[in-house]
C-alpha cells in the first residue's frame, strides 16, 4: 500500500478552495451537499495563511505556476493538508475518485498517477453500490449507543452486525422505510447473539482466484482465522487483518467448537478436504458447519 486512505469527517468543518476556473469549480463541486462549510479564495488572499487557518483540508487550482506555489506554501504554513491540481509534487494528499452514496463513501485512488484509471473503477463500482446503502449507514448510527449497550461484547456484536446487515433489517433501510427498519433491528437486539457463531471450512491450497465469493465473503467476515501450513498465502491476504490467528495445528476441534458457541464466526483454512469425523464431531458438539468449495475452473 503506497498510500493510506482516510476519511474526514465535514461536519462543522471548513474546507479552503484557492484559485479560480473549471478545475477550482471542480474541486467545490466534490462537496456539493455535504455539510463542510466551503471557503473561496482568489488573489493576494490565497498567499496569506491565515486565510487557510481552522480548516481541515486544503485545495489549489490554478494555471499559474507562481500562484500555485505560494498557495500552498501558505496553506501548509498554516498547518493544512493541501492538494494542488495537476502539481503532484506540491501535494500532501491527492484526490480520489469518489463513490457518494451519503453516509457510504468509497473512494478510488491511484496516489495521483492516472485519475483517469480512478475515474473508470469507480464508474465500474458505483454500478454496484445501491442508493440505498447510506439509508443503512445512517439506521446503524443512530441505533450504535443501543447496539453497543446491548452486545458489550466485540465478536457478538460483529456477528450480530453481519446478519442484521444481509436480512430484513438492512431491506427495509434500503427501500426507504427507516422506521420499520429501526423496529427490525430492535427486535433483534432484544432476542441476543445466540446461535450466531459457525465454523467455516475453505479449501486454501490455492489459487485465490477459484475461490468462491461466499468463500471471499466469508474470509472477509472471519472472527477467527484457523489455517493449515500449506494455506495458500494470496487466501489468507483476502481475510479480515484484525481477526484472530490460531497457529497451524492450534486448532482442534475442541478449540473450534468452543469459539464458535461463544459466538465467534471461525473460518477453516484446510489444505486437505475437510474430514467427516472432524465436521461430524463439530456437528455434535451443537456447532453450525459449512463447507465452501473452490470455484470451479473455467
Known sequence: ??????????????VVIAGSGEAAQAKARLFEGSPAKIVRLEGRQAFVPGSYRGAILAFVASSD???AQAAARAARDAHVPVNVVDRLALCDFTTPAVIDRGEVVAAIGTGG??????TMLRNDI?????????????????????????LPELHERRAFLREALSG???????????????????QALAKGPAGLGKVQFIEASGPADLLSLRASRALAAADVLAPDAGANPAILSIARRDAERLAPG??????????ARNGRRV???????ATSA???ALSEAGVAVEILLAAPAS
Open 1 to 14: 500500500m503506497d498510500a493510506f486512505p482516510a476519511f474526514f469527517p465535514l461536519a462543522g468543518a471548513t
Open 65 to 67: 505556476d507562481l500562484f
Open 113 to 118: 498517477a492516472s485519475p483517469m484509471l480512478a
Open 126 to 150: 458505483e454500478q454496484r453500490v445501491p442508493e440505498g446503502a447510506g439509508r443503512v449507514a445512517a439506521l446503524f448510527r443512530q441505533l450504535q449507543d443501543e447496539i453497543r449497550q446491548a
Open 168 to 186: 430484513p433489517v438492512a431491506s427495509a433501510a434500503m427501500s426507504g422505510d427507516m422506521a420499520g427498519a429501526a423496529s427490525l433491528l430492535r
Open 250 to 259: 492450534e486448532a482442534d476441534i475442541t478449540v473450534l467448537a468452543e469459539l
Open 267 to 273: 473460518v477453516r483454512l484446510i489444505a486437505q478436504p
Open 278 to 280: 472432524d465436521v461430524q
